[in-house]
Structures are given as structure tokens and as C-alpha cells.
């Protein structure tokens, strides 16, 4: 049987090094996430990157995520300041990343979902 707690945080530890990869920028887990509500998943090292994050990893489950999942990370977004972002994987999915469409779009209403290279240009293209 699969441990979800040991699933998720290998898949956080999986994600910061993406973004590293990605963006240069260090990202470090949260551990704070587990005694208390409202925080993000991964912390950046850059108090600049506009987004807080929260990841989920599951089996299987609905186009865009849990709408649990996503006032989840709308809290903790509104508490830090930034923009939520929701990376969720299924198994044997492509990662996936959810935000308000006002991330990349002034005015934007509802959200949008990208791949995570598109998410990462995204965040590259915030930082300026």
C-alpha cells in the first residue's frame, strides 16, 4: 500500500528541483504545512517569485484538481500576498498547473491550466 504522505513529499522534493532547474531559484518544502493550516506547499528562496504553491499527488481525479484543493490554495495565497498556483499529478499524467487567468492575463476571470514548462515561463516572465 502507498504511503500518501511519503507520495506527496517525494513529489514536492520532485517539483523544487524542477524549478530549480527551471529557474534557478531554490525552493525548499514547507514543513510547517503539516501543523498548520493555510501554508504553502514550497517555499521559495527568492521573495520575489509571485506564486504560492500547493502540490498534490494523486492516482487519479478531475480536470483542473479538487475545487478543495484549489480554495486550499487560494488561503494560503491571500495570507502570502501572491498568486496561487495548484501543481497537481496524476498517475501516469503530465504534470499539470492551475492559476487565475489574471496571471497572464490582465482582467483575466476564472483560471487557466498549463503544462509545467508553461508554467515556468510564466513565472520566469512574472520575475522580469
Same mark, same amino acid.
Given at each position: 500500500?502507498?504511503?500518501?504522505?511519503?507520495?506527496?513529499?517525494?513529489?514536492?522534493?520532485? =517539483? *523544487?528541483?524542477?524549478?530549480?532547474?527551471?529557474? !534557478?531559484?531554490?525552493?525548499?518544502?514547507?514543513?510547517?504545512?503539516?501543523?498548520?493550516?493555510?501554508?504553502? &506547499? %514550497?517555499?521559495?528562496?527568492? #521573495? &520575489?517569485? @509571485?506564486?504560492?504553491?500547493? %502540490?498534490?499527488?494523486?492516482?487519479? !481525479? #478531475?480536470? !483542473?484538481?479538487? #475545487?478543495?484543493?484549489?480554495?486550499?490554495?487560494?488561503? *494560503? *495565497?491571500?495570507?502570502?500576498?501572491? =498568486? #496561487?498556483? %495548484? =501543481?497537481?499529478?496524476?498517475?501516469?499524467? +503530465?504534470?499539470?498547473?492551475?492559476? @487565475? %487567468?489574471?496571471?497572464?492575463?490582465?482582467? !483575466?476571470?476564472? +483560471? =487557466?491550466?498549463? &503544462?509545467?514548462?508553461?508554467?515556468?515561463?510564466?513565472?520566469?516572465?512574472?520575475?522580469?
Amino acid at each position: 500500500m502507498v504511503n500518501g504522505r511519503n507520495k506527496g513529499a517525494s513529489f514536492e522534493r520532485e =517539483i *523544487a528541483k524542477m524549478l530549480f532547474d527551471e529557474l !534557478g531559484i531554490k525552493f525548499k518544502r514547507d514543513l510547517e504545512q503539516y501543523r498548520a493550516v493555510s501554508h504553502a &506547499d %514550497l517555499i521559495c528562496d527568492n #521573495p &520575489d517569485f @509571485p506564486f504560492s504553491l500547493e %502540490l498534490k499527488r494523486y492516482r487519479d !481525479g #478531475p480536470i !483542473g484538481g479538487s #475545487p478543495a484543493w484549489w480554495v486550499q490554495v487560494e488561503v *494560503a *495565497a491571500e495570507l502570502e500576498c501572491k =498568486i #496561487p498556483c %495548484l =501543481i497537481y499529478k496524476y498517475d501516469r499524467k +503530465q504534470i499539470r498547473c492551475v492559476m @487565475p %487567468l489574471s496571471a497572464v492575463m490582465e482582467d !483575466g476571470e476564472g +483560471q =487557466i491550466e498549463t &503544462d509545467f514548462e508553461t508554467f515556468c515561463f510564466i513565472a520566469r516572465e512574472k520575475l522580469g
